[in-house]
C-alpha cells in the first residue's frame, strides 16, 4: 500500500496528475485505450484542474481514455451537487472531451433505471472474475473514514453481488456507488486525501486495524495513498516513506 506525502494541496496534485497520465497512457500504450473512474469531493477537484493543464508532452492520449464516475447524488447533471459537473467544469469541459467517452451516471431517473443502466455500461468493460475491470479509479476520502459513496454502516458497503447500486445515506439523500467488488478490481486506486480535518481518519485507516472505516476494506495492492502534510499530519513517521 504505497503512501506518497506531499507538503501542500498543490504539490499533491501535482504529483498525482503526473501520476494518472503515467497510468493511463501504460494503459493506452498495454491495450489500446484506458478507463478512469472520476470521484467527486474538493481535494479531486484540484487534480482535475492540473490534469486539465497538464503540457501536451505529458499528457495522455485523452481521445483513447474512457471515462466513468465512482459515485453520484440523486441530482441531475447541472446540480451544484453533481459530481458529474464539477467533473465538466474542471476536467471533462476543458479537455473538451466526446461525449462518446464520458459514461455519466443518469441520475436524475427513477432509481431502478439509474441502477440497470450503470450496471450495464460497466458490463461493456473488460471483466475479471465476473466483475468490470476499469484501470483506474480515483477515490477520495471523507472524515468518516468512507470513499466513494461507501459510508459506515451503508447497506452499499455490504454489497457483494452487483457492480453498482444506490441507497439513501442518512442525513446526504439517496446515492449511488460503484461497490467494493468493482473498487478491488481495478487494475489500479488512487486515493487522495488533503487537510487536517482528515488526519484522524488516515491515521485510523492506516494504523488500526480494527477501526472498520469504509477506506480499510480497499484492496491495498492496488491502492496508492497521495495525502498531504496536514492529511498525514497524525500518521507515525514509521508509516511514512
Ligand atoms: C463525493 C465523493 C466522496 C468524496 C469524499 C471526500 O462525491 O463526495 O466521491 O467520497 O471524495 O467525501 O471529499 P472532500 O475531498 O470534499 O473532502
Given at each position: 500500500?504505497?503512501?506518497?506525502?506531499?507538503?501542500?494541496?498543490?504539490?499533491?496534485?501535482?504529483?498525482?496528475?503526473?501520476?494518472?497520465?503515467?497510468?493511463?497512457?501504460?494503459?493506452?500504450?498495454?491495450r489500446g485505450q484506458a478507463s478512469l473512474a472520476l470521484a467527486g469531493g474538493s481535494t479531486p477537484r484540484g487534480l482535475y484542474q492540473q490534469l486539465a493543464q497538464l503540457p501536451a508532452a505529458q499528457a495522455p492520449d485523452w481521445h483513447r481514455v474512457a471515462f466513468y464516475f465512482g459515485d453520484e447524488r440523486a441530482v441531475p447533471p447541472d446540480h451544484p451537487d453533481a459530481n458529474y459537473r464539477m467533473a465538466h467544469e474542471n476536467l471533462l469541459g476543458p479537455l473538451k472531451i466526446s461525449p462518446t467517452q464520458i459514461h455519466r451516471i443518469e441520475a436524475e431517473r427513477p432509481q431502478h433505471e439509474v441502477e440497470a443502466h450503470y450496471r450495464q455500461r460497466l458490463a461493456q468493460l473488460p471483466q475479471q472474475d465476473g466483475w468490470p475491470c476499469?484501470?483506474?479509479?480515483?477515490?477520495?476520502?471523507?472524515?468518516?473514514?468512507?470513499?466513494?459513496?461507501?459510508?459506515?454502516?451503508?447497506?452499499?458497503?455490504?454489497?457483494?453481488?452487483?457492480?453498482?447500486?444506490?441507497?439513501?445515506?442518512?442525513?446526504?439523500?439517496?446515492?449511488?456507488?460503484?461497490?467494493?467488488?468493482?473498487?478491488?478490481?481495478?487494475?489500479?486506486?488512487?486515493?487522495?486525501?488533503?487537510?487536517?480535518?482528515?488526519?484522524?481518519?488516515?491515521?485510523?485507516?492506516?494504523?488500526?486495524?480494527?477501526?472498520?472505516?469504509?477506506?480499510?476494506?480497499?484492496?491495498?495492492?492496488?491502492?496508492?495513498?497521495?495525502?498531504?502534510?496536514?492529511?498525514?499530519?497524525?500518521?507515525?513517521?514509521?508509516?511514512?516513506?
Open positions: 500500500m504505497p503512501i506518497r506525502r506531499f507538503a501542500d494541496p498543490p504539490a499533491l496534485f501535482q504529483a498525482a496528475a503526473r501520476r494518472v497520465a503515467e497510468q493511463l497512457q501504460a494503459a493506452i500504450d498495454a476499469l484501470d483506474l479509479i480515483l477515490l477520495g476520502m471523507g472524515d468518516d473514514g468512507h470513499t466513494a459513496s461507501l459510508f459506515p454502516g451503508s447497506a452499499l458497503l455490504a454489497e457483494q453481488q452487483v457492480s453498482f447500486i444506490g441507497a439513501e445515506v442518512p442525513g446526504r439523500g439517496l446515492r449511488y456507488s460503484l461497490t467494493l467488488p468493482v473498487l478491488n478490481h481495478a487494475r489500479q486506486l488512487m486515493l487522495l486525501v488533503s487537510g487536517k480535518e482528515k488526519a484522524a481518519a488516515v491515521a485510523q485507516a492506516l494504523q488500526e486495524p480494527a477501526a472498520q472505516l469504509p477506506v480499510q476494506q480497499l484492496a491495498g495492492q492496488v491502492t496508492e495513498w497521495y495525502l498531504d502534510h496536514a492529511a498525514a499530519a497524525h500518521l507515525k513517521p514509521e508509516a511514512l516513506p
